[in-house]
T-cell receptor
Framework: GENVEQHPSTLSVQEGDSAVIKCTYS??????FPWYKQELGKRPQLIID?????GEKKDQRIAVTLNKTAKHFSLHITETQPEDSAVYFC????????????FGTGTRLQVTL | EAGVAQSPRYKIIEKRQSVAFWCNPI?????LYWYQQILGQGPKLLIQ????????DSQLPKDRFSAERLKGVDSTLKIQPAKLEDSAVYLC???????????FGDGTRLSIL
């Protein structure tokens, strides 16, 4: 089955700096890669996603890049703000009838003033 | 649009007792998922329904866990008997279809004493 590794597990940046979170996946047939933000005690919220036919996608301060050859994808947050502090999860969706999402272990991002 | 509704939000039981969780997906969403999220980890898929049929339950511990989605809308997840290692947040998610973005509920935090 699919295996997703995520790094780093914790990340501390100063307000205004950029943050980068990286994930690798094992199944070359995976075709969809969402990123979720989870604040303490709250539901995971989809913040951006990318499909395997696209190399990069941007939404305001958030961007995701995908390298299918290397089987890795990254989340980039620019001009970080305190409200960006949360746990971020990457995921990869395998193909087939079940189209199951496999999540990474999460990155705790702390944006300090 | 109303989000995914789950109840209860919190549940505390003793080991070997039984417990049930309820989920109401976003209206019109055909696909429903139950995830288990252990503290410090990413969500792990337990079972996926397409309408009222099971698509994937390969990671569901079937000796103690069961789930149903009668009439293709609401769903219940049951654990009987509970073990200490079942302490986790149980998240329900739904999507329009198997290949559409998943939207999560707030989850049920289960503590086993």
């Amino acid at each position: 089955g699919e295996n997703v590794e995520q790094h780093p597990s914790t990340l501390s940046v100063q307000e205004g700096d950029s943050a980068v979170i990286k994930c690798t996946y094992s199944d070359s047939a995976s075709n969809y890669f969402p990123w979720y933000k989870q604040e303490l005690g709250k539901r995971p919220q989809l913040i951006i996603d990318i499909r395997s036919n696209v190399g990069e996608k941007k939404d305001q301060r958030i961007a995701v890049t995908l390298n299918k050859t290397a089987k890795h994808f990254s989340l980039h947050i620019t001009e970080t703000q305190p409200e960006d502090s949360a746990v971020y999860f990457c995921a990869a969706r395998s193909t087939g009838t079940a189209s199951k999402l496999t999540f990474g272990t999460g990155t705790r991002l702390q944006v300090t003033l | 649009e109303a989000g995914v509704a789950q109840s209860p939000r919190y549940k505390i039981i003793e080991k070997r007792q039984s417990v049930a969780f309820w989920c109401n997906p976003i209206s019109g969403h055909a696909t429903l998922y139950w995830y288990q999220q252990i503290l410090g980890q990413g969500p792990k898929l337990l079972i996926q329904f397409q309408n009222n049929g099971v698509v994937d339950d390969s990671q569901l511990p079937k000796d103690r866990f069961s789930a149903e989605r009668l009439k293709g809308v609401d769903s219940t997840l049951k654990i009987q008997p509970a073990k200490l290692e079942d302490s986790a947040v149980y998240l329900c998610a739904s999507s329009l279809g198997s290949y559409q973005p998943q939207h999560f509920g707030d989850g049920t935090r289960l503590s086993i004493l």
